[in-house]
């Protein structure tokens, strides 16, 4: 079943690393996700990272029933944060 492109205003603040499967990855945990979301599967949305725009971003199931939205690299050295460090996530629609 297709889900209609859905306007959202949510907003959570997470570090950055997530622990998965004893290695941390680049990513942040929204909090209640599953709840928030109604699944456990992988959910499309547009977001913004500490202002910066992410149009078409999935979160990722973390494996315990959570969802991570990743934080690349370049994202992390354009915004100057890194592992540990705190980012704020503002979901704006959900498109699937």
């Known amino acids: ?3 209609e492109p859905t306007e959202l205003d949510h907003r959570f603040t997470a ?7 004893g290695d941390v990855w680049s990513c942040v945990e929204m909090p209640g996700s599953a709840e928030f979301f109604g699944t456990g ?6 977001a913004t990272v500490d202002g910066v725009e992410l149009p078409n971003v999935g979160l990722m199931p973390t494996g315990s029933g ?6 690349s ?11 540990g460090d705190t980012l704020d996530v503002h979901l704006t629609r959900r498109l699937s």
Do not use: F, N, W, Y
């Open 15 to 21: 570090p950055i690393g997530v622990d998965v499967k």
């Open 41 to 46: 599967k992988s959910v499309r949305v547009d």
């Open 66 to 71: 959570g969802h991570m939205l990743s934080i």
């Open 1 to 3: 079943m297709a889900i």
């Open 73 to 83: 690299s370049k994202l992390r050295k354009r915004l100057g944060k890194d592992i």
